[in-house]
């Protein structure tokens, strides 16, 4: 009843009764076969295994400004799962994080502008891609760019510390800043299909119009979302929205289970680190255990369809509980019971 009425509050939904049904029936059966085989890798996850399965996951983000970012998404892939959650980000940024929690391993290894002379800039830089080298083998999946800002130095070392992850075939999710980054400098994602790009409206708005040179177009939104993948090649794509529409270019999946009317900032970050989680268990899962040709997934796909479910889930509960004074740490509390309720953990 709640789902109901709150997609048909907007005025936006005017599909007949008919028409509505025959999308809900084709699109259930669709949605039954892909949350099978969420549950198959879910449920294939040793809960004694401790550090051997994968995973280890780093955010690059968090300065000055934005601490809050890197935090929701480090602390969101542990809760979900994760064996180990780090975070890269800059000095002035490290402390404060760290003292939100004693769960995470945070790095003060970036710098901006305002703290490298010009004379140093190049070995700044350099020293700082080593310091992520040491660990970045470790990582099943980066996520840059929550709460990243967009100084000019650190996205250039940001940049640089993208085209090694490539190099080593680390997964990469890409949101906030680093979408930014990324639509600057599209050939830090081009044709590489362990890039997941997870753009809100305003990121969205920006690709589409570097890479497809026109306006989003909200009536052939998938057909459009197709088409941005297809032109960078090879990356997947979740655009967020009222409904999160998912393509890796060949096929887009849309996911629209009930959420929460409350956009408290931070739930993006929620979802991306859920996502550089599940992706990297759907990869592993999928890497180990050979699929029949006609069932082939993608895993990066897998892994944004996994990590918006729970979300909005969460979203949900959360909203129930504490109704228009929920705010994303709230979301957090939640993934917990989400991840029971869509599937309960084995002994
Ligand atoms: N608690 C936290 O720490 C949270 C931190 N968060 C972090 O915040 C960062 C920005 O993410 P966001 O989602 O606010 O920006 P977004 O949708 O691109 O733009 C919205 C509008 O703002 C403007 N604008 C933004 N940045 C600007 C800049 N540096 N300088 C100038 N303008 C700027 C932008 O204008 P535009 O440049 O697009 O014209 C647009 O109109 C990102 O790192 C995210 O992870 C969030 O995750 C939430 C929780
Ligand atoms: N209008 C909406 N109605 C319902 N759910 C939404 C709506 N917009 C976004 N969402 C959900 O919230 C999640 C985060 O999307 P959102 O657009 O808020 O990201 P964001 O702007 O990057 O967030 P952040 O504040 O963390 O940067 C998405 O998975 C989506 O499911
Ligand atoms: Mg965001």
């Known amino acids: 009843e709640k789902w109901n009425s709150h997609n048909f509050q907007d005025g936006k939904f005017l599909m007949s009764v008919k028409s509505y049904l025959k999308f809900w029936l084709v699109h259930s059966i669709l949605f039954l076969g892909v949350l099978k085989l969420q549950q198959n890798i879910l449920s294939n996850l040793s809960v004694t295994c401790h550090y051997c399965f994968p995973g280890k996951i780093a955010i690059i983000g968090g300065c000055r400004e934005y601490t809050g970012a890197p935090y929701f998404a480090a602390i969101s892939a542990l809760r979900v799962g994760a064996d180990l959650s780090h975070v890269f980000c800059t000095k002035d940024a490290a402390t404060v994080i760290k003292s939100y929690s004693p769960e995470l391993i945070v790095h003060p290894i970036l710098e901006e502008s305002y703290s490298v002379r010009d004379d140093e800039r190049e070995s700044v830089s350099s020293s700082i891609l080593a310091e992520v080298i040491k660990w970045m083998e470790r990582f099943d999946c980066i996520v840059v760019g929550p709460g990243l800002g967009r100084d000019s130095f650190l996205m250039d070392c940001v940049g640089n510390i993208m085209r090694h992850a ?130 082939s997934v993608n895993p990066m796909v897998l892994g944004c369809i996994a990590g918006s479910l729970l979300l909005r889930k969460a979203a949900a509960l959360a909203f129930e509980k504490n109704k228009r004074s929920t705010v994303t740490t709230d979301i957090i509390e939640f993934l917990g019971q989400s991840l029971e309720d869509i599937c309960p953990a084995g002994r």
């Open 166 to 295: 490539r190099q080593a075939n680390i997964p990469t999710v890409v949101d906030g800043d680093g979408l930014f980054l990324i639509t600057n400098n599209i050939g830090l994602v081009e044709d590489n299909s362990l890039a997941i790009l997870t753009p809100n409206v305003y990121e969205y708005k920006r690709l589409v119009q570097k890479v497809l040179n026109c306006e989003v177009n909200e009536e052939n939104a998938s057909e459009q979302l197709t088409a941005l993948c297809q032109k960078i090649g090879g990356v997947t794509i979740m655009r967020k929205g009222k409904a999160d529409l998912i393509s890796d270019g060949k096929k887009v999946t849309q996911v629209s289970t009930f959420g929460s009317p409350r956009r408290c900032g931070g739930q993006g970050d929620i979802l991306s680190g859920s996502v550089a989680v599940f992706s990297s268990w759907a990869r592993h899962f999928l890497l180990s255990n050979e699929q029949p040709k006609e069932t």
